[in-house]
């Protein structure tokens, strides 16, 4: 079932068709709004560098990529612009935004502040819904490093970061959030996915469990504790 919660975010609700016996991905894709799905996907190519950064394409091409309509593809560039993936090049075609290890720390200083506000109002506020889709979050997480399926991992953060943007009750941090660490996930797969999995999944799970606990001093902790391993990604991206 699909429902917006109180930040504005889009939630996709499980919701099974007993009778007709749908599985769940089949019957949660239902539900999926198209315009949605093309960000999801383009976000994921650029995410992943499949998209390579400083790459020029064309609306056309991602339209064919995508295989999906003119007007949700069109918005998801507009969107994808706006956080700083893209830029729109009139009559030259859509270029993805460079990657610059130095842009990472400065991606992270950013971030610092605004996790950490999260991360305590998520803490104060979690209900029951938020707490089973951090659980169901964790869990992929824990799941994609055990097999060490990055792509997976990157899922399961963005998974994540939703949860508390869901469970916060602040749409305007969790909005400033929302591009940071995007662009924060394409970073650390350039930089740290080779080896930073199992370290990137503790520093999780401790923040996940602070937010559930309602634990608002040890859930700011482990986010700064969170940007601070980060960061300290970063610093080594930089001296290579």
């Known amino acids: 079932m699909l429902a917006v919660n109180r930040n504005g975010v889009v939630i996709y609700q499980k919701y099974i068709n007993q009778e007709a016996n749908l599985p769940e991905e089949i019957a949660t894709a239902t539900f999926e709004p198209v315009a949605v799905k093309a960000y999801r996907a383009l976000e994921r ?3 992943t560098l499949e ?5 020029v394409t064309t609306e056309g091409a991602l339209i064919d990529r995508l295989e999906l309509g003119r007007t949700p593809v069109r918005e998801a560039i507009q969107r994808l612009a706006w956080e700083g ?8 075609g859509v ?10 720390l400065r991606v992270l200083d950013a ?5 950490v506000i999260l991360a305590r109002s998520a803490a104060r506020f979690v209900t029951r819904g938020a707490a089973e889709q951090f659980h169901d979050a964790g ?3 824990q799941k994609a490093a055990i097999t060490g399926n990055v792509v997976a991992f990157l899922e399961a953060d963005k998974a994540l970061d939703e949860a508390l943007a869901f469970a916060s009750d602040n749409p305007f941090a969790a909005r400033l959030a929302a591009p940071l660490q995007t662009h924060s996930r394409r970073f650390w797969f350039r930089y740290q996915a080779d080896s930073g999995l199992a370290a990137s999944t503790e520093h999780h799970v401790t923040l996940v469990k602070a937010i559930v606990d309602g634990d608002e001093d040890g859930a700011g902790e482990a986010a700064g ?4 391993m980060l960061r300290a990604n970063a610093e080594a991206a930089v001296r290579r």
């Open 139 to 141: 869990m992929a997480m």
């Open 51 to 55: 998209l390579a950064p400083g790459s």
């Open 45 to 47: 190519l650029i995410v």
């Open 225 to 228: 504790r969170l940007i601070g």
């Open 111 to 115: 971030r610092l502040g605004v996790e």
């Open 85 to 92: 993936l893209l830029e729109v090049r009139p009559r030259a």
């Open 95 to 104: 270029a993805v935004a460079p990657l610059h290890a130095g842009d990472w």
